[in-house]
């Protein structure tokens, strides 16, 4: 590493350097088409010599690609970096951006200022394209999107309106058919007071996992109780609290439906503390099938969702809109590269991927 | 949300529509010194008509700022979201930033060709500046930071040269004097077995704990034994397995220094399971004082270094030097904004915090 901070090189110092134009060194750091190789490589060596780093802000605005893609997350710190569920969903974006030499750049909107200052961020031509997950409202940078911003959603999009735009791009479970899985276990194995502990509902995963309930009850003649369901918002410990409350209010309760391994992690050490045993007085069941759901005690029968595989989904669907939509090349401009499954009208819509239950001990 | 997806409107277009040049335009986005407010005024009404989202490469040109800061961590996601090290660092970072309405993008450096993309971001003039740490060799990108890139690194930079640097910037724990007060404390109860775990001894956080074990030690008149040294790799599993290794090969130790909270928490499952009392048989100290370090049983005297806080300290010091170093504006160009100290010649050298000892009941 040098001893001294010089002011960065500019594209002027290698051309004096190599005795080009100015003209010439944007060429050659562009790729070099219809430039000399001689002159080619003492521009490249002066590039050197002087430790100039091309700036991409003036590449992209020939290129129009950054080779960055924006992947952003409506939580704070402290739920993306406990929820195993994070993890998994941004291994799967992750290891599939490299493949196709990506970079993905992490942003967790907690408050409003977050949310505006990604919009401005998204609208500043900076990234390819955006994944956005776990949104409890609008996305941020809505008019970047609406003027053309390649973006996939996990998870089915709920703003108003949402349900009216055939061009949005979402991976998501299918969370109702997995809850209606879980509560359809739970009838036939004979358990009549079933209750439900929900995700914050202002997300759709909550939304869909209730209705799943709701309807697999009406499908066994069961009107489903409001005394029965509870709020734990995806949480171990809202879990634990809700299950507590279910408990005190429903003393009867014979079954719970957690739409969430976490939540149903806080709901056995809350019936645990309780006394009540797992199957034999409460069965349980969870939705996501992370690590820890076979290491519960008992280990944990849930509904399965392949959240590292979403993420891989969500990332192969934006790369093939940034490779379709992208805005053609001017006169002059290199073509883009084509994207994993080629610039194809491609199927880019919604993915509803299988939830599927796993038995294990706890119901 | 709109029902169709339009390629993205271009400064022409709103040339077009306002019926003024792709010059005045550009002038209007980026300020709008030297337009009259009436055809500011216009064009504004062209850039919302048409959902034009400025782009910010274009811009970054003549204001050289992006308004974000690349937050690059050196280890998987694996270490990351199971780590609390990293969301507390993270949470001061993030505060900080936001606190000036900059936004980070998380980057984690896994394998080579990580290290690589990364490197070509870094150069790309995405950001303004880069925060980098868990390092475990040389940093990703040292052609930008060469190139006068303001960055700040986490932790001492241990890569070769690194020490003769001296316009490196960084934030650390005071490691080596948190090491000896461990140690001591342990000494001056009567332990004379201190075995250690370290975390991997490619990162200087490692080397110096380790150093200041060696340094208490020699103090007391005794001498290091390296069969009381085993690397635990920073993790709990790793803590476990070298706490495991230690007992077979030294069953008479009677203390360890765990060289982070996460390897003492695997290190007390180890000595659980071997039937060693803590404290006891065998004294424990830990190094981070994580918020679970007060829920170990027995509850963990630990090193306290203020993770939360050095985060916040390595944004503010990238803001100065973003501040103080950018390259000076051009003729017409704007001035830039102040930071939050002033474009002064402020302290953005190293910065060493304090560690001290949180007595609990392991040791």
Do not use: C, K
């Not at 005795?19 to 190789?37: D, F, H, L, W, Y």
């Not at 609290?241 to 806080?266: C, K, N, Y």
């Amino acid at each position: 590493m040098p001893t001294a901070r010089p002011t960065r090189p500019t594209l002027e110092a290698v051309a004096a350097h190599a005795g080009v134009s100015r003209a010439t060194v944007s060429r050659v750091v562009n790729g070099g088409a219809g430039v000399r190789a001689e002159v080619r490589e003492r521009v490249r060596r002066s590039v050197r010599a002087l430790g100039y780093a091309p700036n991409i802000a003036a590449r992209s605005l020939v290129t129009r690609r950054t080779g960055a893609v924006a992947v952003v997350i409506a939580e704070p710190e402290s739920r993306v970096f406990t929820d195993p569920f994070f993890s998994r969903q941004l291994r799967g974006i992750g290891r599939e951006l490299a493949r196709h030499d990506t970079q993905s750049l992490l942003m967790l909107q907690e408050r409003d200022e977050d949310h505006e200052r990604i919009g401005r961020y998204l609208a500043g031509g900076h990234v390819d394209g955006a994944l956005m997950f776990s949104l409890h409202g609008p996305p941020p940078g809505a008019a970047a999107v609406r003027a053309g911003l390649p973006t996939v959603y996990g998870g089915r999009p709920g703003w108003p309106g949402a349900d009216a735009d055939p061009g949005l791009s979402y991976v998501d479970a299918d969370n109702a058919g997995g809850a209606r899985l879980a509560v359809t276990h739970l009838l036939a194995a004979g358990r009549r007071r079933i209750a439900v502990l929900t995700g914050p509902l202002d997300q759709t995963s909550a939304q869909d996992r209730l209705a799943g309930y709701h309807e697999a009850l009406r499908a066994a003649g069961l009107e489903p109780e409001p005394s029965l369901a509870e709020n734990g918002g995806f949480t171990v410990e809202g879990g634990a609290r809700a299950m507590a409350r279910l408990l005190e209010r429903e003393p009867a309760l014979d079954a719970v439906f957690a739409g969430s391994d976490q939540m149903a992690v806080g709901a056995l050490r809350s019936l645990r503390e309780a006394g009540r045993r797992v199957p034999g007085d409460v069965a349980v069941v969870g939705f996501d099938d992370l690590e820890s759901a076979a290491w519960t005690d008992p280990p944990l029968t849930t509904v399965r969702q392949d959240v590292e595989g979403m993420g891989r989904l969500m990332a192969r669907l934006l790369l093939r809109r940034i490779a379709a939509g992208g805005a053609a090349p001017g006169p002059g401009e290199p073509e883009p590269e084509p994207g994993p499954a080629g610039p194809a009208e491609a199927d880019t819509g919604p993915v509803i991927t299988e939830a599927r239950l796993v038995l294990r001990e706890s119901a």
